[in-house]
């Protein structure tokens, strides 16, 4: 995948930008296990094995939702945007 991969020199970033980059890699990852999970468990017919793959989406969305929030622990400006648009009501372009 070519999301993996660094657009810069490896020794000319810092230890956060590789933090960073580590966290937004995984969270893309868990977003789209998330996506092939709920596919799976429309296109399937057995009761049993459906209900295995929402409970592995669930997870993979927890998992995203933890990467989520180190990110707005470690970094102010996503801090500061989902301080604007999580857990708002009305219209979500509204809340800027």
């Not at 399937?44 to 622990?73: G, Q, T």
Request: include cysteine.
């Amino acid at each position: 995948m070519s999301s993996e991969g660094l657009h810069a020199p490896r020794e000319r970033l810092s230890d956060k930008t590789l933090a960073m980059h580590q966290a937004i890699v995984s969270l893309m990852e868990e977003l789209e296990a998330a996506d092939w999970y709920r596919q799976r468990a429309d296109d399937c017919d057995d009761d049993a094995l459906k209900e295995i793959l929402l409970h592995n989406m669930r997870e993979e969305i927890e998992h995203a939702a933890m990467i989520l929030e180190w990110l707005r622990r470690n970094d102010g400006d996503f801090d500061e945007q989902l301080g604007k648009f999580l857990f708002k009501e009305g219209e979500i372009t509204g809340n800027h």
